[in-house]
């Protein structure tokens, strides 16, 4: 499972587009930046979550 390793960083690229995506659409009173910046927030959460589940496994993988 070599690709588990760069999924965290699949959801640290979609953060940054969708908070640039955010700041593109601020001045636009018909866009909704709100749901970009809600969008970018739970995929950055996710590549911290991502990120310290994958340390976590390879601690276990290491003990045993």
């Known amino acids: 499972m070599s690709y588990m390793k ?3 960083y699949l959801y640290l690229i979609f953060s940054l587009y969708f908070f640039y995506d ?9 866009a909704t930046p709100i749901l970009s910046l809600l ?13 310290h589940f ?11």
Not at 22 to 30: A, F, G, L, R, V
Not at 39 to 51: E, H, K, N, P
Not at 54 to 64: F, I
Request: net charge positive.
């Open 6 to 8: 760069y999924t965290p």
């Open 54 to 64: 994958a340390k976590k496994m390879a601690n276990r993988k290491n003990n045993s």
């Open 22 to 30: 955010s700041i593109e659409k601020w001045n636009d009173p018909q």
């Open 39 to 51: 969008i970018g927030t739970v995929a950055l959460f996710m590549f911290f979550f991502r990120m």
